[in-house]
């Protein structure tokens, strides 16, 4: 089946686990910490976090363990990120996913 999710990643991949879902491919492009606050909501991933590494501990780094394990054996994780300021997104997600798996692959710097 091919199917597109829209919406929470934290709640599509809570229900993911809880039915047993596994996937080919992972595609996201998550909020980089405050640089863009589009509301003052509980469900934004900025709301109850003080500093970048708070954020990272809440909600990216659960964020990477989640979508890596939705997916089935050689799937593909893939990140829509960059580094900006003191939000080194790039190296914070590659760092994250390189204790959970064994081989992966970022961009070379020229191509960033």
């Known amino acids: 089946m091919n199917k597109i999710e829209f919406g929470d990643c934290r709640e ?3 229900k993911w686990a809880f039915d047993n879902v596994k996937v080919q491919m992972c595609v996201t ?6 640089l863009e606050v589009y509301s003052h909501e509980e469900t934004q991933s900025v709301t109850g976090c003080t500093s970048y590494q708070m954020w990272v501990d809440k909600f990216l780094s659960p964020l990477v363990q989640s979508s890596l394990q939705t997916l089935k054996p050689n799937g593909w994780s893939c990140w829509n990120v960059h580094n900006v300021g003191k939000m080194q997104m790039i190296d914070d997600v590659a760092k994250m996913i390189s204790e959970f798996v064994k081989e992966y692959r ?3 710097e020229e191509d960033r």
Not at 29 to 34: A, N, R, T, V
């Open 12 to 14: 599509i991949m809570r």
């Open 29 to 34: 492009s998550p909020p980089y910490y405050d």
């Open 106 to 108: 970022t961009l070379p």
